[in-house]
Structure formats: C-alpha cells, structure tokens
DNA sequence: CGTCTTTGACCAGCGC
DNA sequence: GCGCTGGTCAAAGACG
C-alpha cells in the first residue's frame, strides 16, 4: 500500500497526458488493455462498436445494480462529462473508500465482522434475485509450477476441498485487504492433460483500492466480464480485448463465467513481428524473488492503442496474492 | 502474541 | 426424503 501511494501520482500525471493527447475520442473507458496497431477490417471495427455501445448502454442505464450483481467494477463515462477528470476520479474513489472504512471501524470484533460480511453477502444475494442472475466469474488458467501468484493483492486462505470429479485440492481465498472485502477465488491445479497451470476463479468487487499491479489485472478481467455483462460474447467481440489468447464464454451453476486461457496463445508470436512485445492484453511472468518467497506475477499490461482511451473510474475486482503450501 | 493455515464438521442446493 | 457435492465455518496448530 505504501508503494501504491507512491506511485499514485505518477499514475495520475501520467492519465492526465494521455487524456490531453485522446480529445478526439467520445467514450472513454475504465480500461486501458492495448491494441496493437492492426489493419483491422470494417467488419470487425462494426462489432468492436457494438460491443462498446453495448457495454457503454449497459452500465450508463444507471446500473450501479448490474454491476454489483456481476460483481465487477467498471464504468464508462462520456469525455464530456467533466467527472472524467482522473485526479477527480481517484478522490472520489479514495472518498468512498474512506466512508466505507469510517462505517467498517465500528465493525471490530470478529463476530461483528462475520454478520457484516453476512449482511453484504444477503444484500448481494438480494440484488441478483432482483436481476435474475448470479455473480459473473473470472476464471484465469494460467501456466505455472507454484500456485503462489503475485497479482498484489493479499488473501486468506479459508478453506481446501477435494472434489470427487477431480482429485486436485481445490483452496478457497478470501480477500484479507479489508475486513469486509466480500472477493472471493478458488485456485485449482487442472488436473487433465496440463498439470502444471493452475486455474483460479475470482467472484465479488473490492470494496477497497487496489495496488498498482492489482489494477493491471482487474482492468484486464473487468473487461471480459464487462461483455459478458453486456450481452456481447462472441468470439469476434471478446477477441477485440483479447487478441492473443483464447477467451471463452460458458454459463456454470449458473454462474456467466468468462475463461482466460493463458496457457495457450492464440497467435503464434513468431508470425506477428510488428506487435510489439508488451502489447499484449495478458500477460504472465515469473519474477526473480528468490524461494521460498517465490512468486509469480499474473499482469494485464499494454500500450496506448488505437482503443479508446482508458483510465479507472473504479477499482475494479479480481487480483491475488496467493500463498500456498502443502499442497503438492 | 497476532496472523495465517489446516482440516473436519456443518450447511444449503441439487438431483434422483 | 435421502444422499451427494460444493462452499463455508471455526477450532487447533504452526509460524514469525
């Protein structure tokens, strides 16, 4: 949290230039995945608009129910609006935040803190009845030996299954940054023909900021729930923000569920030399801290694009910081 | 001593 | 109604 504040105003400087630099543009969404300079043709462009619209029309339509009910944070506001100011944004949010934290501080006492929880969960619960639905899943497959994945966020382990169907534990985490944070992921090792990526499903939206790197990773997961959210799941609308990796749309326990297989590219790099390297929507890497604190970084990352110009509004959802042991 | 993990028990939803 | 299964709870132990 202390890097975060760090780096907050260098974020912040940094939007207010791209913005300065983006005028042209009417929609400005909360997220910044990359693009990489394709000759993308008109068909293509047509659904890209689509998809936009849709996701734009779907949150505007004052939807602040919708996205409880999906469970992940993400806005788009029209440039015009002067609330688009970032710095504005971030104030606001670091606003909230500290409104939800005075009314959390009353909440001391762990009991406390279970009924709070209970009572956001039913509050949830109450609002997807309404809607209909259940809260839309993100589900990461990634390619890694250790589960221990460093998006930056922190979590508690809460509880281990072993399934019947599939021998491979599955954890429970829950999110330990706020005592009320109702994010939830499971991490499960896949237990077919690849057994070393881990699959890791994250549920709810944080009700706190998130750290830099956090950010990275739940812009990049919002926006796949964002077109599910939006009714735009098709393989041409998803592959806008996904170009390189395979994306998909399935309903589970009626559960919308958007898959991020990042254990198989879709492209092969070596055909696409003008992409540049960062420019991928997703990425994974290992960093070089050394065991046992060994971790691996799950990041969204990507450079400025022909996209509409992106900044957060809202700290979204969906990042991890995983600590497992005894599990292999 | 506080925090986190482990793990058996419990509960609710679902199918038969 | 019963059994199965997934998800959560909570006590006990481990760890720093």
């Known amino acids: 949290m202390h890097v975060s504040n760090v780096i907050r105003p260098q974020l912040e400087a940094s939007m207010e230039l791209n913005i300065n630099s983006h005028d042209d543009f009417g929609v400005d969404i909360s997220l910044r995945l990359g693009r990489p300079d394709l000759n993308v043709s008109k068909s293509v462009d047509e659904i890209d608009k689509i998809s936009l619209d849709k996701i734009s029309d779907a949150i505007s339509e004052g939807s602040d129910k919708k996205r409880s009910a999906h469970g992940i944070g993400f806005r788009i506001q029209s440039c015009e609006d002067p609330d688009t100011d970032p710095t504005m944004k971030l104030d606001c949010l670091s606003k909230d935040v500290k409104n939800k934290n005075m009314d959390n501080k009353c909440v001391s006492s762990r009991k406390d803190v279970k009924t709070a929880r209970n009572e956001d969960h039913q509050e949830v619960l109450e609002r997807q009845e309404q809607t209909g639905l259940k809260k839309t899943r993100v589900c990461v497959k990634a390619p890694c030996e250790d589960p ?67 950010t990275h990773m739940a812009a990049g997961t919002s926006a796949a729930a964002s077109l599910l959210q939006s009714g735009s799941s098709s393989s041409a609308s998803l592959s806008y923000f996904f170009p390189f990796h395979n ?55 990507g450079l400025r694009s022909q996209a509409p110009l992106v900044k957060y509004s809202q700290m979204a959802p969906l990042s991890h910081q995983t600590k497992l042991s005894g599990q292999q």
């Open 148 to 214: 221990s994945i460093n998006d930056g966020c922190q979590w508690r382990k809460y509880g281990q299954k072993t399934a019947k169907v599939n021998p491979l534990p599955r954890a429970y985490y829950r999110c330990s940054m706020s005592s009320t944070c109702p994010v939830r992921k499971q991490v499960q090792r896949c237990g077919d023909d690849d057994t070393s990526a881990y699959m890791t499903t994250y549920e709810g939206t944080h009700d706190h900021p998130l750290p830099m790197e956090a």
């Open 247 to 301: 994306v998909s749309f399935s309903t589970t326990n009626s559960h919308p569920t958007v898959t991020l297989d990042l254990t198989r590219p879709k492209y092969d790099p070596d055909q696409l030399p003008n992409y540049p390297l960062s420019s991928s929507s997703l990425s994974f890497s290992s960093s070089d801290r050394p065991s046992p604190s060994k971790s691996q970084t799950l990041s969204f990352s």
